[in-house]
């Protein structure tokens, strides 16, 4: 088999970006820029189409875990959504959104995956977008506390 090629201790892992796989991330920048049209009327995205449910990995993780644990792999990158944990400026946060990522994280270690997190995959929530995105200070101030909060909550799993 071709894991047989690779050194015993050679860990396999897959990767993710929240957008592409939790679905309804409607907060998202990316969720805006689909929904906006070129000046010439035509989508900026091919044929109009959206993320939508994406892979609904939100409401399927137990599912995505499995296959995972069958498949043997030794890691998960996942995202971990700015738009989706963080919902406005300030100290307004989804409590529930962060214990998913958290109870998600528990899981893998329970099945001996470990999880990799990435906290920027190219989107960001509306409101961050809407204030001028990464061109506004204040952009990379809210993100920073994101990743306070989200290192803090997490990290220990």
Do not use: C
Not at 10 to 21: D, P
Not at 58 to 71: E, H, I, K, P
Not at 103 to 110: E, I, N
Not at 112 to 122: A, G, K, Q
């Amino acid at each position: 088999t071709l894991a047989a090629t690779f050194p015993f201790n050679f860990s396999f892992g897959v990767a993710t970006a929240a957008y592409q796989v939790e679905g309804n991330l409607n907060h998202s920048s990316w969720h805006q820029f689909e929904d906006n049209v070129r000046p010439d009327g035509f989508p900026r995205i091919l044929f109009g189409q959206h993320a939508g449910d994406a892979a609904d990995s939100w409401n399927r993780f137990d599912g995505d875990l499995l296959l995972m644990d069958s498949m043997r792999l030794g890691s998960y990158r996942l995202g971990v959504s700015w738009s989706r944990v963080h919902l406005s400026a300030g100290e307004h946060w989804d409590e529930a959104a962060l214990e998913r990522y958290r109870q998600w994280m528990v899981a893998m270690r329970k099945k001996d995956i470990t999880p990799e997190v990435t906290l920027l995959h190219y989107e960001m929530p509306v409101w961050a977008a809407a204030q001028g995105g990464w061109t506004n200070e204040s952009t990379v101030t809210e993100w920073l506390r994101f990743v306070e909060v989200v290192v803090r909550r997490l990290s220990a799993w």
